[in-house]
């Protein structure tokens, strides 16, 4: 009987985490286990479920081992809270790892951003080998977002630390390809040996699974959207998403009475598209929180179209995987973001929806009303998009490279 590989996964956000991110970490975790890896997670306590319920500590779900390390749970949209915890998080996290005598291999991701040092740093002790994964490359996202000046000492102290991890981990692994050409400039060539890319990922399975009859999808009635023709944008709205282009293309629509925008996510912009739906009495769109797992295939499926969106100077530092979701749904994809970023090389090379630059307002336009009035180019459109992720961008296909990457390790 061979033994289950102990694997030991890093990340702040986990199940019951509603937030995309903690969606796909569950859903990787849980494959692995699947698998025949012997999963453990060690994770905070979620920060968008109601506030004073009590998470347990110690949990197996889905036989992945939980454990979750104490941490702040201030409010995500605050950035000074999102800070507290992502380092009370980082601290727990050092003391678990140090005082913990497991051997396994370890899956660091970029959530929060720093949180690589800690293992980067045991390894050169000779601790557990670990692998890298980066979502969102910083501190480069930060700097061109404003958030830390790219002359500030913790810009260049942040980047000194990344060159140390890229030193210790075993892997990196980056989610496409604009990011992998953003991460090559900074490794050595001994380290390039290191770099792999897979792809971000849907667990189109049980996504697919948990589609309803569109006559028997609950959220029709409760957002009351019988008769109308969805546009959703579904996830996070982020600093880093076109959501201004956007809000342009609702207001030139808003004289189509079947058309609704639903926006379905939080974020740091949601209060600033919901003031401007507002100041223009917008009312072709609806705004809602995230929706459960479990009803993730509903809310996915209502839409006829889902936008996805990244500015401009975002391109190989974040790759916005809400579009795997709605691909998955069978939902043609409109993406606001520039041509050379990884989902807008996937919409055009699975012909499943339309690329449009960063503030082409008209051009959205275009685009939506093309899909609006062509309910075939919808289907053609919509069966290329599941295709694609069935083939390559399935939960299977990159919890087997993680497995591979495990296995050369072992």
């Known amino acids: 009987m061979t033994t289950a590989i102990p694997i030991t996964v890093l990340s702040q956000l986990y199940y019951p985490e509603l937030i995309s991110t903690g969606q796909i970490m569950t859903e990787l975790c849980e494959d692995l286990a699947k698998k025949g ?3 453990s997670v060690i994770c905070a306590p979620p920060t968008l479920v109601d506030q004073k319920s009590q998470i347990s500590k ?3 779900v889905n036989n992945v081992s939980i454990q979750r390390v104490w941490s702040t ?16 998080f980082f601290i727990a996290i050092f003391f678990n790892l140090v005082l913990s005598r497991q051997k396994s291999i370890r899956i660091v991701f970029t959530n929060p951003p720093f949180l690589a040092i800690i293992p980067a740093l045991l390894r050169f002790f000779g601790g557990s080998p670990f692998i890298y994964t980066i979502y969102d490359v910083y501190p480069d996202t930060a700097n061109h977002l404003g958030v830390i000046s790219a002359k500030n000492p913790v810009t260049w102290i942040w980047r000194k630390l990344n060159q ?5 981990a075993s892997y990196i692994v980056v989610i496409g390809r604009c990011m992998e050409g953003v991460i090559k400039k900074e490794l050595s060539i001994t380290q390039q040996n290191k770099l792999r890319r897979i792809h971000i990922f849907n667990d189109e399975k049980q996504l697919i699974k948990s589609i309803p009859n569109l006559k028997k999808n609950p959220l029709i009635e409760r957002w009351n959207l019988k008769d109308k023709f969805v546009i959703s944008y579904s996830g996070n709205m982020g600093r880093f998403h076109d959501m201004e282009t956007i809000m342009s293309v609702v207001e030139l629509l808003q004289t189509y009475e079947d058309i609704v925008f639903l926006f379905i996510g939080e974020g740091y912009k949601k ?9 223009k009495n917008l009312k072709n769109c609806q705004f809602h929180g995230y929706v459960d797992r479990e009803e993730l295939g509903a809310s996915l499926s ?10 401009k100077n975002q391109v190989g530092l974040s790759v916005p995987s809400k579009a795997m979701g709605l691909m998955a749904a069978g939902v043609p994809i409109v993406g606001i973001l520039p041509k050379q970023s990884e989902i807008a090389l996937i919409i055009n090379e699975e012909a499943c929806g339309y690329v449009c630059d960063n503030g082409a307002v008209a051009d959205v336009k275009k685009s939506l009303l093309a899909l ?15 295709k694609a992720v069935c083939e390559k961008y399935s939960l299977d296909v990159a919890a087997n490279a993680y497995k591979d990457l495990i296995n050369s390790i072992v």
């Open 372 to 386: 609006y009035n062509d309910a075939k180019l919808q289907q053609e459109m919509s069966e290329r998009g599941r």
């Open 58 to 60: 110690t949990m197996v």
């Open 164 to 168: 140390f991890v890229y030193s210790q």
């Open 302 to 311: 209502l839409a006829q179209i889902g936008l996805v969106s990244l500015l």
């Open 37 to 39: 890896c012997q999963v």
């Open 73 to 88: 749970r201030f409010p995500k949209l605050s950035f000074y809270g999102k800070l507290i915890n992502h380092l009370s």
């Open 271 to 279: 209060k600033q598209i919901m003031k401007f739906a507002a100041e």
